[in-house]
């Protein structure tokens, strides 16, 4: 079973396009998130939902919307895609309310290529 | 606010050699400390955590020791396997449940 899974793990498409990906846990956890990996490796967080509620939202273009229609589900808009998009992005899930509230569980990650 | 510097890489090691990665943090409360692996064309994994000062975290032949007084949490394996090359990440959650990643270091392994 899948703990985290992503969707696509490939997506590729033209500057000024849209573009959704999809993350679901089948782990019960509360607590979601998204964070980007650049061609360097770095990863950084973007956002965090806990109970579909936005608790975290680092300095990032308002290009970028997650949704989170409920717990096991946040999915990531992004509107008038970049170059500078490019990027893979993972989904992490945890349970915050727990004895481990920080370990984190990652999905596979969808690589964005933006031409 | 929160930082983890890690060694640059990449590293390149021969099997059954010693692996240390050293990691570095900056915190200002009193963080859980993690490293992550990534292997190739994955996400990350849990390599193993410590949530206090002097807890060694430890799985699949890897351990890491939370020292506060160097505010250090450096990865060791005694004798690494072709199977161990990945990306490894040190990473730190404050309260706010957020990771702070390292900028990861790329092991190699030779048979």
């Known amino acids: 079973d899948t703990a985290v899974s992503q969707t696509p793990k490939y997506l590729v498409t033209q500057m000024g396009n849209d573009k959704s990906i999809k993350c679901e846990q089948n782990l019960g956890h509360d607590t979601m998130y998204w964070y980007k990996q650049d061609s360097k490796k770095f990863l950084k967080i973007m956002f965090s939902y806990n109970n579909k509620e936005l608790i975290i939202n680092e300095t990032v273009p308002n290009r970028f919307s997650p949704k989170s229609p409920d717990k096991a589900h946040l999915n990531l808009h992004i509107n008038s895609l970049e170059l500078g998009d490019s990027a893979v992005y993972f989904c992490?899930?945890?349970?915050?309310?727990?004895?481990?509230?920080?370990?984190?569980?990652f999905g596979p990650g969808t690589r964005l290529t933006v031409l | 606010g929160n930082s983890v510097t890690q060694m640059e890489g990449p590293v390149t090691l021969s099997e059954e050699a010693f692996l240390t990665i050293n990691c570095t943090y900056t915190a200002t409360g009193y963080p859980s400390l993690f490293w992550y692996v990534q292997y190739p064309g994955e996400g990350l994994q849990l390599l193993l955590k410590a949530t206090k000062a002097d807890d060694k975290g430890s799985n699949k032949g890897f351990e890491a020791t939370y020292r506060k007084e160097t505010t250090s949490f450096h990865l060791e394996k005694g004798s690494v396997q072709v199977s161990d090359s990945a990306v490894y990440f040190c990473a730190l959650s404050d309260d706010d449940y957020k990771l702070s990643f390292g900028a990861g270091t790329t092991v190699t392994v030779r048979a």
């Open positions: 992490a899930s945890s349970q915050v309310f727990s004895s481990s509230p920080d370990t984190q569980y």
